[in-house]
């Protein structure tokens, strides 16, 4: 089954990986820093090594965002997304795993889950 994990963060702190860069990331000591970016680089040779990643990747801030909509026949494109939301999309794991208690298990072993959220969305075939 194939998963889409979405790791969220907040748009004023916006760098990778996210979790570095929150507040309470920021206030970690050094190794619990380094901790969490080795238990990053950890899941994603795992995840490497066992196949089930297909991919991950980081994605730029929404400043750099453009919005596309047709209506009528008309493209309209803006600035975006304007969205009221504190969280917005960081990044993706495109995942490929037996079970959705393992895309789970997964999401929770991203750092990010402990500062922001990691949505698990299953992908339809």
Same mark, same amino acid.
């Given at each position: 089954?194939?998963?889409?994990?979405?790791?969220?963060?907040?748009? *004023?702190?916006?760098?990778?990986?996210?979790?570095?860069? !929150?507040?309470? $990331?920021?206030?970690?000591?050094? @190794?619990?820093?380094? %901790?969490?970016?080795?238990?990053?680089?950890?899941?994603?040779?795992?995840?490497?090594?066992?196949?089930?990643?297909?991919?991950?990747?980081?994605?730029?801030?929404?400043?750099?965002?453009? *919005?596309?909509?047709?209506?009528?026949?008309?493209?309209? !494109?803006?600035? $975006?997304?304007?969205?009221?939301? @504190?969280?917005?999309? %960081?990044?993706?794991?495109?995942?490929?795993?037996?079970?959705?208690?393992?895309?789970?298990?997964?999401?929770?072993?991203?750092?990010?889950?402990?500062?922001?959220?990691?949505?698990?969305?299953?992908?339809?075939?």
């Amino acid at each position: 089954m194939k998963y889409l994990l979405l790791i969220h963060s907040n748009p *004023v702190t916006w760098a990778h990986p996210s979790f570095l860069h !929150t507040e309470e $990331g920021k206030l970690l000591p050094k @190794k619990a820093r380094e %901790a969490l970016t080795a238990q990053l680089n950890d899941l994603l040779k795992e995840l490497n090594a066992s196949g089930e990643l297909i991919r991950a990747v980081p994605l730029d801030p929404p400043a750099k965002t453009r *919005v596309v909509r047709v209506r009528e026949g008309v493209r309209a !494109t803006t600035d $975006g997304p304007y969205s009221e939301a @504190k969280e917005q999309l %960081a990044g993706v794991f495109l995942i490929d795993v037996a079970s959705p208690e393992r895309a789970e298990e997964i999401a929770a072993t991203i750092p990010e889950a402990q500062f922001v959220a990691v949505e698990v969305r299953p992908v339809s075939n």
